[in-house]
């Protein structure tokens, strides 16, 4: 193992200018960064929250919303198919999970059963229907989602919100953030940097559901008895009033495409927005038909707008307009782009970490790392001198080199628990160089020659090495797994430094030994 092989010596050169390369850049400004040729890495450390600063905020999404407003849509359903097919029907009554519908006609309870089991229960990729439907006191018919079926929405609903989530911030330019799911129905949201959580709160906690809905016209004479019709709802405008609007929805905004700042032909800021092929061709039916009515936009329960139809819009392309400023115009257009939260967030938890904080860790960091080191250097230097610690702690520097490299490259998010593992690497790899020298004074003294004792110094070790650094790197998989924020860093860091410590200790250790032996041709072991 202490030949000089030109193989060694090829990788330990790669890899030594690999780490310059990509560590480089942390030590120069971002102007200098800015004007460095294309084909050079600029890719820095990200700092995470606890050493930049920034905003965290805890959510929870409220599934139990998105399960009222599904048992709601399907009582529409239910209305509206019974309606089609002109089957008498009273009270449709919701259930927790579902509705139940009354057949006044008793000859039609099967034709109803059947018409209800066609159009509503679906199939899912297991195999089974998500609604479940059934009869009750001969007339009485009940539809109920399925436990499955429930806990798939709350699941996609989080999966949902986290995708939203990201495409919001990442809109309003916030860089390496961090979204992490906690437990069934919470999202965590890390921010270094954005020192406004009301900032993110305004952006990512509105549920955006934009929805196009005929206005009840024929309704008002009951609404002014007091009564809503059934079938209708009762919504609030924009400006204070209200507007009575039918249920059904026409158009949704799932089948947005894009939607920007603009302004009408009276020169007030509006949001234009553009749908689908989908969206256009049912936006420009309902227009057609009910040209000379007025048509509502609503956005998260609330009429922005409610303009009458003057003529067939079959474009697909529309305005929102409603007393926004260019800054409001902005804010929604965001929301619409990147898409409707499935249901509401509750903000369970709030605070902000300062940049002077942030700062102060930093401090913390760099001094607890070069106390570490120092005292390794010191410990080295005094246990094998100046020749063997020296070359330990050439080998230390390259290891740290390639664990800043490597974070960089991988753009993984350094915080204070990850300067930790940083720390820790240290002593592991310093650990690894131990074992290796003590290894060669063992043999030495047994009386081998010095080149058979060098050499088995590092073949012997070697088990031991790649013993102690498997099961540290299966630990911090462990961590990185079941954890979450700051022990996925210092898991992270760790686990880099596994890979560079075991590289560092065993092969740049080598070949300078090896560079050494050639050039000296000792007779001892200086360590022995």
């Known amino acids: 193992m202490m030949q000089l092989s030109r193989w060694k010596l090829i990788v330990v050169i790669t890899t030594v200018v690999f780490g310059i390369l990509f560590a480089f850049p942390n030590v120069l400004p971002p102007d200098v960064r800015a004007g460095m040729p294309g084909f050079l890495p600029k890719n820095t450390l990200n700092l995470g929250l606890d050493l930049q600063g920034g905003s965290y905020l805890l959510l929870e999404v409220q599934t139990e919303v998105l399960q009222k407003e599904k048992v709601n849509n399907l009582g529409e359903e239910v209305r509206r198919s019974l309606e089609q097919e002109k089957i008498p029907y009273s009270g449709i009554s919701p259930l927790e999970n579902g509705v139940t519908v009354r057949i006044n006609d008793p000859a039609k309870v099967d034709a109803a059963y059947g018409l209800l089991s066609r159009q509503l229960t679906t199939a899912t990729s297991a195999g089974s229907a998500d609604i479940k439907i059934g009869r009750e006191n001969n007339q009485l018919i009940r539809l109920t989602y399925t436990d499955t079926a429930l806990n798939d929405m709350s699941t996609n609903a989080v999966n949902q919100a986290i995708e939203i989530i990201r495409r919001r911030i990442d809109e309003i330019g916030t860089k390496e953030t961090s979204i992490t799911r906690q437990g069934a129905n919470r999202i965590v949201v890390q921010a270094p940097g954005e020192s406004d959580p ?92 009910n040209v000379g009515k007025p048509f509502a936009i609503i956005l998260d329960g609330v009429v922005q707008s409610a303009p009458v139809i003057n003529d067939a819009i079959t474009t697909g392309q529309g305005q929102i307009s409603g007393s926004y400023t260019v800054q409001t115009a902005n804010e929604l257009s965001i929301l619409l782009n990147a898409g409707a939260l499935p249901a509401p967030l509750k903000v369970e938890e709030q605070r902000t970490v300062g940049a002077e904080l942030g700062a102060d860790a930093v401090k913390a960091g760099q001094i607890s790392t070069l106390v570490g080191f120092v005292s390794i250097l010191v410990f080295m230097f005094l246990a094998y001198g100046a020749l063997f610690g020296g070359i330990s702690i050439i080998a230390l520097l390259v290891n740290c080199l390639l664990i800043v490299a490597a974070m960089s490259l991988t753009q993984a998010t350094l915080t204070l628990p990850g300067i930790a593992g940083l720390i820790l690497t240290l002593a592991v790899a310093v650990d690894a160089n131990v074992l290796i020298y003590e290894r060669m004074r063992d043999e030495v003294r047994a009386g081998r020659p010095l080149l058979a004792s060098m050499d088995a110094g590092f073949s012997r070790a070697m088990s031991t090495i790649v013993d102690a650094n498997l099961t540290t790197l299966i630990a911090a998989a462990i961590m990185f797994g079941a954890g979450a924020g700051p022990v996925r860093g210092f898991a992270w860091t760790l686990s880099i430094g596994v890979f560079t410590s075991v590289f560092a200790a065993v092969l740049i250790t080598q070949v300078l030994l090896a560079v050494w032996y050639r050039t000296a041709r000792p007779k001892t072991l200086p360590i022995a």
Not at 241 to 250: A, D, M, N, S, Y
Not at 255 to 269: P, S
């Open 198 to 289: 009301e900032k993110l709160k305004n952006i990512i906690g509105k549920t955006a559901k934009l929805t196009f809905q005929m206005v009840d016209v024929a309704g008002q004479d009951e609404l002014r008895d007091g009564i809503v019709p059934p079938g209708s709802e009762l919504l609030p405008n924009r400006d204070g009033g209200q507007t009575l609007v039918k249920k059904r929805v026409e158009v949704s905004g799932d089948m947005l495409t894009h939607a920007g700042v603009g302004t009408n032909q009276n020169g007030q800021t509006v949001v234009d927005f553009r749908l689908n092929s989908e969206g256009a061709r049912r936006f420009g039916s309902v227009t057609t038909r």
